[in-house]
């Protein structure tokens, strides 16, 4: 298959083993990412793995693209550390606090830049939302062919791909034509373990960025002026307790506890 090309959408998320320490921005309603150290969103490794798998098949190129801070690049370098050939990312400040279609927006726009593309491989859901939205909304964006849940892929020479989706009661074997685009759960495969050379080879690796102008994106149509969903209102629940001191012998003590207790109605 000559001129195989893979883009591989990929997230930097929170450390899950820093959960304890996400906050949320009480202005905006988001995920203060500051301060925060990031990971490879999960399910984003096991379409890079697949994309790799294919590469070692077919040959090409595997292209990571990315809607994340500048500051996410050593990240995606351990994704480039994997196997990736180059990574892109699309970073801006019109960006911020985008949901699902508007985060869609700017990942279709960052994919048609690095076009032509025949295969557009994302983990099945972020870590860090959970939607399930995006494989489908790129797709649609792109105009080209997509399934999300898929649990085995086999892409022919000639272009044809057979891939196993999960439903509710089971799966379903579906055919279809490049380009596609495919959301992947994590039962398609084992991710492999990054090398030493691997690591050394991604430093020589490049990774470009593109802003809102590069990427000819609508600024009304992106971050929070672009979203559909916007936060709701937070508060911060009290867990404050209100107590009284109860004085006297145990008698009167007891008969005084009883009593406020019958008042809460804890006590009939």
């Given at each position: 298959?000559?001129?195989?090309?893979?883009?591989?959408?990929?997230?930097?998320?929170?450390?899950?083993?820093?959960?304890?320490?996400?906050?949320?921005?009480?202005?905006?309603?988001?995920?203060?990412?500051?301060?925060?150290?990031?990971?490879?969103?999960?399910?984003?490794?096991?379409?890079?793995?697949?994309?790799?798998?294919?590469?070692?098949?077919?040959?090409?190129?595997?292209?990571?693209?990315?809607?994340?801070?500048?500051?996410?690049?050593?990240?995606?370098?351990?994704?480039?550390?994997?196997?990736?050939?180059?990574?892109?990312?699309?970073?801006d400040?019109?960006?911020?606090?985008?949901?699902?279609?508007?985060?869609?927006?700017?990942?279709?726009?960052?994919?048609?830049?690095?076009?032509?593309?025949?295969?557009?491989?994302?983990?099945?859901?972020?870590?860090?939302?959970?939607?399930?939205?995006?494989?489908?909304?790129?797709?649609?964006l792109?105009?080209?062919?997509?399934?999300?849940?898929?649990?085995?892929?086999?892409?022919?020479?000639?272009?044809?791909?057979?891939?196993?989706?999960?439903?509710?009661?089971g799966?379903?074997?579906?055919?279809?034509?490049?380009?596609?685009?495919?959301?992947?759960?994590?039962?398609?495969?084992?991710?492999?373990y990054?090398?030493?050379?691997?690591?050394?080879?991604?430093?020589?690796?490049?990774i470009?960025?593109?802003?809102?102008?590069e990427?000819?994106?609508?600024?009304?149509?992106v971050?929070?002026?672009g979203?559909?969903?916007?936060?709701?209102?937070?508060?911060?629940?009290?867990?404050?307790?209100k107590?009284?001191?109860v004085?006297?012998?145990?008698?009167?003590?007891?008969?005084?506890?009883?009593?406020?207790?019958?008042?809460?109605?804890?006590?009939?």
């Amino acid at each position: 298959m000559s001129g195989f090309h893979v883009v591989v959408l990929v997230k930097p998320v929170p450390d899950p083993g820093c959960y304890d320490r996400v906050e949320i921005d009480p202005a905006t309603g988001v995920l203060a990412r500051q301060g925060m150290p990031s990971v490879i969103n999960p399910s984003d490794r096991h379409a890079l793995e697949e994309a790799l798998v294919l590469q070692e098949r077919h040959g090409g190129r595997v292209t990571l693209v990315s809607m994340t801070p500048e500051s996410s690049a050593e990240t995606l370098r351990e994704a480039l550390a994997m196997g990736g050939d180059e990574a892109v990312i699309l970073s801006d400040r019109a960006f911020a606090g985008s949901d699902s279609l508007a985060t869609s927006r700017v990942l279709a726009a960052g994919i048609a830049k690095v076009a032509p593309f025949d295969l557009v491989l994302a983990g099945n859901e972020s870590a860090d939302g959970g939607t399930v939205h995006v494989p489908s909304q790129v797709g649609e964006l792109l105009g080209v062919a997509h399934l999300a849940n898929v649990l085995r892929l086999e892409v022919d020479p000639d272009g044809s791909v057979r891939a196993r989706t999960r439903i509710e009661n089971g799966y379903v074997e579906v055919v279809g034509a490049l380009p596609m685009v495919l959301g992947v759960r994590r039962e398609i495969n084992t991710p492999r373990y990054t090398s030493l050379m691997g690591v050394m080879a991604s430093q020589g690796k490049p990774i470009r960025v593109f802003g809102a102008e590069e990427l000819g994106v609508d600024r009304s149509g992106v971050g929070m002026e672009g979203s559909n969903m916007r936060p709701g209102k937070l508060s911060r629940p009290s867990f404050r307790r209100k107590g009284e001191r109860v004085k006297g012998d145990t008698d009167e003590a007891v008969a005084r506890i009883v009593g406020i207790l019958r008042a809460e109605g804890v006590l009939g």
